[in-house]
């Protein structure tokens, strides 16, 4: 096994509360952000939701203290794992992120990450270290909406689905921002183990995406081209500096704010589901939900395992599917669509009175649902 190593936990700032460009290259990097700021402010891939970005603004603060006022925060609709901060403080979170959280502080450690990048101005750094080597500026192409975003120096690119990272950093200032987050994050009163366990989870759920697949998990962050520190070892250097910190730190009183994260992401949680089972990952999606459901199942989690094995349709998953949606609307918070899949379950195994039930509370739920009449129909026969 490869040992860990203890990140530098104590770097300063670079970017001050009232910090603006302070050269031409800066100035013209930050020009190209307000332009994409733009792109995106318009597009139709925001989640236009006022709660949510008043709480993910309420965890810049927890993070940032006062650096957090000139930010802008922009949740995207985009099932992928991800988050973005420009240099010039637009702050991406993609719906994809949303939904792997357990707590607030796995969400912060993110968040932490990615301030990192921005306190240290890698960005600059990467743009400045590109024109070196190549003696050629990257240059940004607004043309086209996102999917004329061009050029290494400032992305690796946004698409039309805001799929890849919006930056490429070397893998030191990787492991920079690794440390400058759980800087942030344990300055918080965040349990700085928290950074360890989202990497734990994420190379879990793709190991199991893989076994689904009968295929072999791959740490494409291993190729020698890759700009990412490797996974296992990120996650080991995180883990045992957290270690270090929370040691340094014994009695400081740590509160990982699942209470307050659920309040947030519960409401938006079947979309965010929803999402997730459209990737037709199995694997993946089945262990995104075991995962979630550690500290407790409930209906809406219930409900989408359902729909992940009637989606997968292998031998046995009708059953389990059956299992899994009498299972969620025994529970809270069951959405409405788990008593329509719960009620023709229950027809198709001949239990015609209590799937009409079931169907007829649905219909009390969401009686103006698209496939309200067609419920309807069913009912009648």
């Not at 860990?4 to 603006?20: F, K, M």
């Not at 952000?33 to 006022?50: F, G, M, N, T």
């Not at 990272?165 to 440390?179: G, N, P």
Request: hydrophobic fraction near 40%; glycine fraction near 8%; charge should be neutral.
């Amino acid at each position: 096994m490869a040992w860990a190593r203890l990140l530098n936990t104590d770097l300063p700032p670079l970017v001050s509360a009232d910090y603006r460009p302070s050269d031409a290259d800066e100035r013209g990097l930050w020009q190209q952000c307000d332009a994409l700021e733009r792109e995106l402010a318009a597009s139709r891939l925001l989640l236009d939701d006022a709660p949510l970005k008043g709480y993910l603004r309420g965890v810049m603060e927890r993070l940032l203290g006062a650096q957090a006022a000139h930010l802008r925060i922009y949740p995207v609709r985009n099932p992928e794992f991800n988050a973005s901060m420009t240099p010039n403080g637009m702050m991406i979170v993609h719906t994809g992120l949303l939904v792997r959280m357990r707590n607030e502080a796995q969400l912060a450690a993110v968040l932490g990450h990615e301030s990192g990048h921005y306190l240290r101005r890698h960005t600059l750094q990467s743009w400045r270290e590109v024109e070196t080597k190549t003696a050629t500026m990257a240059i940004l192409g607004l043309g086209g909406g996102f999917g004329g975003l061009l050029g290494y120096g400032l992305a690796t690119g946004i698409n039309a689905s805001l799929t890849l990272s919006l930056f490429s950093y070397s893998r030191s200032l990787e492991s920079e921002a690794d440390a400058y987050g759980l800087k942030l994050l344990n300055a918080a009163g965040y349990p700085p183990q928290a950074a360890g366990e989202v990497w734990l989870q994420l190379i879990s759920e793709r190991k199991a995406s893989a076994v689904e697949r009968k295929g072999k998990y791959k740490d494409k962050s291993l190729s020698t081209f890759s700009t990412h520190p490797p996974n296992e070892e990120r996650m080991r250097d995180l883990t045992e500096t957290a270690a270090e910190l929370a040691k340094a730190s014994a009695g400081v009183a740590r509160d990982e704010r699942r209470g307050e994260w659920l309040a947030a992401v519960t409401p938006l949680r079947p979309m965010l589901l929803e999402e997730q089972v459209k990737l037709n990952d199995p694997g993946g999606s089945l262990y995104l939900l075991q995962s979630l459901a550690q500290d407790s199942w409930d209906g809406q989690l219930r409900y989408f395992e359902g729909e992940v094995y009637r989606l997968r349709a292998g031998p046995g998953d009708e059953a389990r599917a059956t299992e899994a949606y009498a299972a969620a609307v025994a529970l809270a918070n069951a959405p409405p669509e788990a008593h329509r899949a719960h009620g023709y379950a229950l027809l198709r195994a001949g239990q015609r009175e209590a799937g009409q039930q079931a169907l007829k509370r649905y219909l009390e739920l969401a009686p103006t649902a698209a496939d309200a009449e067609m419920v309807r129909f069913t009912l009648t026969q």
